[in-house]
């Protein structure tokens, strides 16, 4: 009945009866968007997130798009007595699993993409603390089809860098930045590739971080300042353990990123190489130098666990994209690494911090070895009496040190001045060449 007719029925029964009737309102409730599915949460997996989307009662199912069964690790819609702006929360379309799928397999990289809006809107959600102050830029890399882009602007990211590598990518992604004013700048550049080895011309989408931050006017802020940038993204399946080295020496001798301050990542890098990021000397086999430093110069949170199979994983076969997904009991897990304010002191500074690098991997040469032989090799009228100032055994093994006892064992080292003089500072020059092969 339309509000009209109500009206009119509501006076003759007023007429009738002689009471007062008073015509409320008529409330029209406005749903931003309903979900079309409920993902099932892997029980062996808990968070606050996970908690929050429990507490309304879902229907479990496992879809099948003839892609890949997805199990996504939340659900990313509305719940009861939950309203949301439309402006905010779905200006932008996320578009469809197949639609997006299909922008996937211009891709010229094994990689793995964000296509499902859920997930984008998982990740978006856990981010949007990150979002509120919009004074971080956020860089994401190589977005590919653009979901995790829109729910980043739905969810109040005021300035987003998508920093796409793959050119057939490039056309709707811009078409996205032309509608946005000023809110999304598409820039022809692989995160991954930055600031390669070398001198000559560089051609997109390799670039130097230098043209990158000039061109986007980020200028250096010092380094106990607040985080200027923020970098979103997957790490590359192939070489993920390379990227990490490569960023923990350009993050302690504050070159490339670093340059501009501290610039946070927040990556899905896989579940193997987390556990060995944040492994502890009781962890023998996963317990090594590149988790080692990472530690000592982060703070590590992680903050989500998805299963591999809620990706898409291109891969190109005879110069033809072709897209594969598979069932997998793998994860990928969403980590969040903070340098610290508190990383460079006197002692330890972006001068030397490649020094530090090499003394933590040389000691991972034997990792058996005792501490004090090494000691004795870098600081040999001191050696002993470090490790006692240190409060550490005489015959700890150097696979027993944690990190933060190596972070102030460098540092008594180089107020020694001993270490000046001692071979780790040609090994480091002589190992420059092999920086990830730890």
Known sequence: MSYQGLKLLLM???????????????????IS????????????????????FQQGKTEIISPNLGLTQRNLSAVAGLFPGQCRPLSRYDFLDLGEVEENTQKVLTSRNLQHFIVDP?????????LEKDLENGKAAVFECNPGPGVLTRALLNSGAQRVVALEGNKRSLPDLQALESSLDGRLEVVHCDFFKLDPIGHGTVKPPCMYSEKLFNDLAISEVPWKADVPVKVVGIFPQRNERNILWKLIFALFERT???????VELIVFMSEAEYTKLVALPKDKTKYKPLGILWQMACDIELLHKEPLSSFVTSVKH??????????????????????RQSLFTSSL??????SLVM???QCFSKRKSQLVEHLMLW???????????LGLLEDIQTGQVLPEEYKVLFERLQQSKEIAQSWLYSETFVNSKTRGST
């Open 349 to 354: 500074t972006p001068a030397n911090g490649a």
């Open 33 to 52: 968007f309903a979900p079309k599915r409920t993902y099932y949460l892997s029980s062996s997996y808990s968070s606050p997130v996970r908690a929050h």
């Open 359 to 361: 003394m933590v991997k």
């Open 118 to 126: 859920d997930l984008a809107r998982l990740v978006a959600s856990l």
């Open 379 to 389: 600081s040999p009228e001191s050696g002993e009496q470090i490790l006692t100032e």
């Open 12 to 30: 003759g029964i007023r007429n009738s009866f002689g009471h007062h009737v008073h015509l409320a309102p008529v409330c029209t409730s406005v």
């Open 256 to 262: 490339s990123i670093f340059c501009y301050g501290r």
């Open 318 to 339: 005879s110069g033809t994209g072709v897209c594969k997904t598979k069932i997998s009991k793998d994860h990928l897990c969403l980590v969040r690494l903070t340098p």
